[in-house]
Structures are given as structure tokens and as C-alpha cells.
């Protein structure tokens, strides 16, 4: 009897029975439980629960931190939530594909004509309406997602990026050349209020805006004043006062004949420019021609003769002369009775002298190449000619463009060439022109 009760397990009471249960259930939680990535473990948790005064050599030790991060775990969870985001979009992408195909081979047998009564039939399954109406649905809110993607891209560009930006466009009558034509004042508008006009015209102008407005007014004001120095500084007055009505009948008379001669298909006559210039300079007529780009035309001719009378120079030093007056108070003169403004005269007159100078170049390297020294030194003496009596301005747009289009025709070997023949030709001349124009100037 000893001996079966001492091999027979022990009874246990309710109590026992709940708290090994308790034990069992902690012990399988922290063999099973995974260990986290991250785990933040600190003393000053466990001793929150302590009551009493703190001991001060213990104050050390009670405020240290530990981190403990695991690279593996993140990387594997990373992996795993990018393998389950995969298979999630390609199982979608195939349903997406296998639902349109279905649609598209539905939709083609969709349409059949009852010829017994005369109708057209539409039947289709449910789901391919529905895969229709789902893809135009979400193509219309893709593009409107990408628009408003894009604007609020453009409005965050303009409102965070500070500094003055310039306003740059291209102008034709300089060649297309690239000029700044205004300035806006993005991010930080500290100087937008001196820029602003009153929107009431009966309020009173600030000071700023009255600043401003002068600015403006002034720098146009010089912009119109600055004239290049070849341009004569006035213009005789006529000779002739009385019988000025014959005169002008007379000039309209050699209009009408020039435009009819020009309309014929034959180029303008120079021996017509002359005389209208001198019927012009004694009687103070004015010429008037139908429209704008009749007169620019009949300008570029005049000054083409121009050109011609100053590359035809006996002597270098001479100034030329058309019918007694010198060629540049000629020109400026036939602008002012044609009616055409400074500035657009000498515009013409300079682009003028840029294409003459291009194809001078073009010209001379031409006969350099077949052997034709003298011929080629006429073509640089031409050059020399047109520009003293019309110096272009210094970094003018004419020059560069010029040089830009003798780059992709010139090497810079052959370049330096033609500047060295012409400092041979025109001897101790202002070779600064002629530099910008071979592109040199670097």
C-alpha cells in the first residue's frame, strides 16, 4: 500500500492547477513570440514602481536607454510586404487583361442585324459594359489627377524659387537675337507694390508709382535718343519754300512709277532713288507709300546702293558720295522723307551691312581657296569700306549673328586666316568688328 501511493501522482488542488496553467501559458508566449525588429528597453520603467526617496548612486543607472534594432527582420519584412504588394498586381493586372480580352471578344459579336424584322440587335454580357464604363472612368480621373499634378507643380516652381527672372524673347528686326524685354519678381514680392498702378484713375499716384512711371518714361526716352555715331546728327533744311504743292505732286507722280516698275517683277532703279532724294531735300516733300512693307523694301534697296557706292571707293580715305552729299547723310536724309523713324532705319541699315559682311567672307575664302589672292583681297578691302563709313556698334546683334553663321561654314583655323589677310588689307584699322564677326572674340 506504501508503495502504490508513493508511485501514484500527486493530487493537485484548483489553485495549483490555475497557476501552472498561468505558467505554461507565459512560457509558450516567450518561446513562440517572435522577436521584434525594434525594442526599446529602459530602467526607468522598472522603477516607477519603487516608492521611497530616489538613491542618488543609483541616478546613473537608472537613465539608460537601449535601442536594439535587427536590419535582417526589417529586410525580411520589407521583402515580404514587396512579394505580397507583387503577386497582388500582377494577380490584378491579369484580371484586368483577361476581363478587357473577354470584353473585346464579346463586344465584336455584339452587333448583329435582324434581317426577318428589319432591326440591329445589341447584346453583350453585363461585365463587359462594365469593364467599358470602369475604363473610361478612371482614364478621365488619370488625366485629371496628372493636370492637377501638373499645375500644382507650376505653382509651387513659381511661388519657392526667389530672385528676379528675366523675361527673355527673340527679335526679329535684331536678327533673332535673344533680349530681355522685362523682369518678374517670383517668391519674395518686397519690390512688387513700386511696380503697381492705381486701378482708379481718380485716386492719387504714391510716390513709388510715380517713380516708377518716370523710370520707364526715361529709359525710353534714351533708348530712342541713343543713336550710333555714324548717324548725322541733323538734316539740312529744304531750299525751296514756295511752290512746295508741284513738288509733292512730282514725288507722288515717281512713287506711283516706282512701285508700277517694282511691280513688273524688275528691281528698283537707283538713278529713281537719287532723284527722289534730291526732289525731297529741295522742297521738303514727303514720300508716301501704300503700305509699310513697301517702304521697308524700297529702304533696303537704298541702302543696298548705298553699300554698292562705298565698297566702290577709289581711295580708302575718300568718303563717298551720292549726287554730291555723303552716303550717310544720304541715307539718314532719304529716311526722313520717306517717313520712316531712326531706330527702324538704322536697324535696316545695320542688318544691311551684317549680310554684306557675311557674304563677303563667304566670298573672299571662296577665291582664297581657288588660288585667287587679288580677287579675294577686293572682297576684305569691300569690308573695310562699308565698315568705316558704317561702324557697327560694339557686341552689336548683327556681328554675332554673323559670326554664329560663319562657325558652321569656317573653322576657327580658316577664320583666323581671313582675319590675318584683312589686317594686311586695311592695315591699322579698328579690327574689333571684324573679330566679333569671325567669331574671334574668345
Known amino acids: ?23 505554461s501559458l507565459v512560457f509558450s508566449s516567450l518561446v513562440l513570440k517572435p522577436r521584434p525588429p525594434l525594442s526599446i528597453s529602459s530602467s526607468l520603467f522598472g522603477h516607477r514602481r519603487r516608492r521611497g526617496p530616489p538613491d542618488p548612486k543609483s541616478s546613473s543607472h537608472d537613465r539608460n536607454l537601449e535601442v536594439a534594432i535587427d536590419p535582417s527582420a526589417i529586410a525580411a519584412r520589407a521583402s515580404a510586404t514587396a512579394g505580397r504588394l507583387r503577386r497582388s498586381s500582377e494577380e490584378r493586372l491579369r484580371r484586368f487583361l483577361s476581363a478587357g480580352e473577354e470584353a473585346y471578344h464579346d463586344l465584336r459579336t455584339s452587333v448583329r442585324v435582324d434581317r426577318s424584322r428589319n432591326r440591329v440587335v445589341f447584346s453583350c454580357r453585363e461585365s463587359s459594359l462594365l469593364f467599358v464604363s470602369n475604363l ?17 507643380g507650376l505653382g509651387f516652381r513659381s511661388r519657392w524659387r526667389f530672385g528676379d527672372w528675366a523675361v527673355i524673347k527673340r527679335d526679329r528686326s535684331l536678327g533673332g537675337r535673344e533680349v530681355v524685354v522685362g523682369r518678374s519678381f517670383r517668391g519674395r514680392d518686397w519690390n512688387k507694390k513700386s511696380f503697381t498702378v492705381s486701378r482708379s484713375p481718380l485716386s492719387p499716384v504714391r510716390g513709388t508709382e510715380l517713380k516708377t512711371v518716370e523710370n520707364v518714361a526715361k529709359i525710353r526716352r534714351e533708348k530712342q535718343e541713343k543713336l550710333p555715331e555714324w548717324w548725322p546728327d541733323s538734316i539740312p533744311a529744304p531750299v525751296i ?20 516698275y517694282r511691280m513688273s517683277g524688275k528691281d528698283y532703279r537707283y538713278d529713281d532713288i537719287i532723284q527722289l532724294r534730291e526732289i525731297c ?6 514720300a508716301s507709300f501704300e503700305t509699310a512693307n513697301a517702304r521697308d523694301s524700297f529702304y533696303r534697296a537704298s541702302v543696298d546702293f548705298v553699300l554698292n557706292s562705298c565698297s566702290r571707293a577709289i581711295i580708302p580715305s575718300d568718303k563717298p558720295q551720292i549726287g554730291g552729299e555723303d552716303v550717310r547723310q544720304f541715307i539718314a536724309g532719304l529716311a526722313v522723307n520717306i517717313g520712316l ?57 548683327e556681328m554675332e549673328m554673323v ?34 564677326a569671325l567669331g574671334l572674340e574668345r
Not at 519754300?241 to 508700277?260: N, S, T
Not at 583655323?413 to 584699322?429: I, N, V
Open 281 to 286: 531735300k529741295v522742297s521738303g516733300a514727303r
Open 341 to 397: 523713324t531712326n531706330s527702324r532705319a538704322i536697324t535696316l541699315v545695320s542688318a544691311a551691312v551684317a549680310a554684306r559682311t557675311r557674304s563677303c567672307f563667304l566670298q573672299c575664302w571662296a577665291l582664297e581657296v581657288q588660288g585667287k589672292r587679288t580677287e579675294a583681297l577686293e572682297e576684305l578691302l569691300k569690308i573695310c569700306l562699308i565698315h568705316r563709313t558704317f561702324p557697327p556698334e560694339e557686341h552689336s546683334a
Open 1 to 23: 500500500m506504501n508503495a502504490a501511493s508513493s508511485t501514484a501522482p500527486p493530487v493537485l488542488l484548483p489553485s495549483h492547477q490555475h497557476r501552472l496553467r498561468r505558467a
Open 241 to 260: 519754300a514756295a511752290g512746295k504743292q508741284d513738288y509733292q505732286r512730282e514725288v507722288d507722280r515717281l512713287v506711283r512709277a516706282i512701285l508700277d
Open 403 to 436: 559670326g554664329s553663321g560663319l562657325k558652321r561654314h569656317l573653322t576657327i583655323e580658316q577664320r583666323k586666316h581671313l582675319l590675318s589677310l584683312y589686317k594686311e588689307t586695311c592695315g591699322a584699322d579698328d579690327h574689333r568688328s571684324i573679330v566679333e
Open 136 to 152: 473610361f472612368l478612371w482614364s478621365f480621373v488619370a488625366i485629371l489627377a496628372a493636370r492637377a499634378l501638373v499645375w500644382l
